[in-house]
């Protein structure tokens, strides 16, 4: 797919109408994450294809048998861009894309079929109703209760997530796989309900089968440049101040012949903010952006290295991460460690 405007530079490509892009599915390097998905359907009978279609992020619109797919899949430059607005690519790799894919065709069936209206599945997952507050839901790690299939545990995070989640796993994998994989868990008895659920889906009819795409791109006449203002508002954690205290503790005043503090953490930036986002799941905009705040707070106090690089690197990685980690569990960063 050859765009016109695939070698512009960013400030021009931003400049950039989302409609006046020209991006379809067929020909884009998503395709065949496509196909693949309806590969998995047309191999457990399942006759229902959602509606995909590139929208301004990941999402299955509300009561509609749809996937929204993100428009920087589509190409490498529009990738590209998103890597420098935000710092990541959701669902960049194949790998990724087809877990992300599985998860909201969960979401799609679900609208299709109205199956969270049933008593059944609110036995199996619980109240749909239930307050939704994805970036800060407390899981609980070793629990067996749930699959396990995007980063983060996150069939936790709410009951039509823990439902997404467990149709993701059960299509991704064949029924001796989950079977095996999840035997002891009380997370296979809602495999299992899954799968009963399919099997009757196979034989009916959907409850809904059209209905209004959200965010979808082909009619969107923002630019690039007003997406991610506003969707680098959106994700913009409420960074704590950090307490002088914990700083000076991991790095110490600054001497003659001693490295300064900021700039050893620019140097190491990356590594850090890379370390931590592996170990967390945390969005890398969210950890680079604590990371930044770090070097700001370092650099106002005045605070020197150790001669103990290796230490020093553990220490504000554990630092970072213990901030990050306690921000996904409750929602709050712990301001002293």
Known sequence: M???????????????RFCDLGIRIEGSEVEPRVQKLMSALDARGLSLRPTLYFADEWLSPTGVPAIGIP??????????????????????????????????????????????SRRTWRTAFGDPATDYHPETYRPRPYSKA?????????????????????????LALSQDEWRTHYEGWRALEKLEYVDKLMRQAARTAPRVTRGRLVAETSKSKRTLLWHYKAKRKLWEADYPDFYDAD?????GELTPGDEPAARFMRRYRRAIVTSTVTWTGESKYTVDGLAAKLIVRADALNLGTPSDESALLLDIGSYLATLVTNYLHTGKFKRKV
């Open 2 to 16: 050859s765009q016109d405007w695939e070698s512009l530079k960013d400030e021009d490509l931003l400049k950039i």
């Open 71 to 116: 428009f920087y899949l589509a190409h490498p430059r529009l990738k590209q861009i998103e890597m420098r607005q935000m710092l990541e690519v959701e669902g960049g790799t194949p790998e990724w894309c087809d877990k992300l894919l599985f998860h909201e065709c969960g979401h799609a069936f679900d609208h299709a079929y109205r199956f969270s």
């Open 146 to 170: 749930f699959v396990r299939h995007l980063p983060n545990w996150y069939a936790q995070a709410h009951p039509d997530e823990d439902f997404a989640e467990t149709f993701a796993v059960w």
């Open 247 to 251: 700083l000076r503790k991991i790095f």
